[in-house]
């Protein structure tokens, strides 16, 4: 197969005790999802549902990596995050099913460039 520019490399995370790595496809994400959360993005918790989006891949980082503060920014937001890893997927799975498609979880650090954020929404 020939491309046109070398493809980035598969994302994977370490898998705990283990010499295996878990590749990491898509990342799914939920915003607002617990009232002080709402609160702090100037919503209202009894009124909006949770949202969801995607971070591509390549957003993650080896444990342990450097990052550099992004010059663009003048407020750079910082948030630990719980991760569950799913190793299949599915539709309309229920309840009772649902944890049959994880395979382990992790903590995740999530940074947003707030200040961008900001002036992003108002082009909306």
Do not use: W
Not at 31 to 37: L, P, S
Not at 58 to 75: H, I, M, R
Not at 102 to 118: H, P, S, W
């Amino acid at each position: 197969m020939n491309f046109v520019f070398n493809p980035k490399p598969q994302a994977f995370v370490e898998i705990a005790g283990a010499s295996e790595y878990f590749p990491v496809h898509r990342i799914y994400c939920v915003g607002r999802n617990y009232a002080e959360h709402a609160l702090e993005m100037g919503a209202d918790p009894e009124r909006e549902e949770p949202f969801f989006f995607c971070k591509p891949a390549d957003a993650v980082v080896p444990s342990g990596s450097f990052l550099d503060y992004p010059s663009a920014t003048q407020n750079l937001h910082h948030e630990i995050e719980l991760v569950a890893a799913l190793h299949k997927g599915g539709r309309n799975i229920p309840q009772n099913d649902a944890l049959d498609h994880v395979f382990g979880y992790a903590v995740g650090l999530d940074l947003t460039r707030r200040d961008l954020q900001a002036e992003a929404k108002k082009s909306l």
